[in-house]
């Protein structure tokens, strides 16, 4: 298989609602999109980046640009180029780990559409559909927020994940609780809005059984996460910490979290993305995996990783009508709360033509 070229392809997607989390309120979403060309068959990757720099230190314009400047035309000089040898080609060049998901995940689907072969299996699938959990944003007031979570369980969505910061954390929890019962299965996300300060704050969510609470802490404060643990029982999940299989083993003998949130864009592909699903696994530490509003690309790529032994706790793959009124690929829609795994070649799911034109606002061809 011979790579011929990268389409790099920024589209733009309204979002149903606003979505606010403690680093900012999303509208839409800017993806860039990346889609690989060979001799014997083309592959789509979806990079996650934003637009600004507030989730991580990528963001969409930078993504872009590292991959027309360096990661391209380190592909295209590599001899025998696979998908498996992608991120050790790309491994001179430090971070830009979303960006290098995306071509990584383009060449592994064409290589597996190529040999029509489904990425699920391929990365160790287990199941052939997985539980999907719901990420609600952070609400202008409580009695609005009861109205959006009651929605998401009519849906069926099996665990939700409230987003928190400081001023809006125990209340909501409270409220939800008091509402909908013991029951529901519930966890919080600060995306790193609080310090090792608020440890007496955080510990005031205890008492609501929830299943875990998300990154609390800045990203590279993992000892502070490790301490942390000791001041609160509610157990600690990492999200932004953990950046490869490394920092995976390390926070997790550190005893920094019980859990970890497996964002592929945010550890650099799928391949690493497995590696940490196997080294927590070994540890007996739980996974789920994250979602940063992807379109039916990305999604279709998580929902193949979530299938994994591994993922024993529901994910934030949520059905596309979450966040999208209309997808760039055939919808993912929620069936007694979960989604279906794909179950055709590579990604198993079909970009449509006229959806992605009428969402396009530039395409850019790197020829290899
Ligand atoms: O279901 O796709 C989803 C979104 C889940 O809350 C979610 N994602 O902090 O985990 C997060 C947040 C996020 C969104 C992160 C966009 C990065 C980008």
Redesign the pocket.
Known sequence: MQLEGFELRRITMPLVAPFR?SFGV?TGRDVLLVRAVTTDAEGWGEC?A?ADPV?SPEYVDGAEDVMRRFLIPALAGAPRLDASRVATILAPFKGHRMAKCALELALLDAELRAEGRPLARELGAVRDRVPCG??VGIMDSVPQLLDAVGGYLDQGYVRI?L?IEPGWDVEPVRAVRERFGDDVALQV?A?TAYTLADARQLAKLDPFDLLLIEQPLDEEDVLGHAELAQLVRTPICL?ESITSAATAAAAIRLGACRVV?I?PGRVGGYLEARRIHDVAAAAGVAVWC?????TGVGRAANVALAALPGFTMPG?T?GSD??YASDITEPFVLDDGHLPVPTGPGLGVETRPDQLKSVTTKTEWVSC
């Open positions: 989390t999303q996650g934003l989730y719901v990420s994940k987003k996300d995306n999200d949130n964002k994250g979602g940063m509003l992807e934030d949520s979450r966040y």
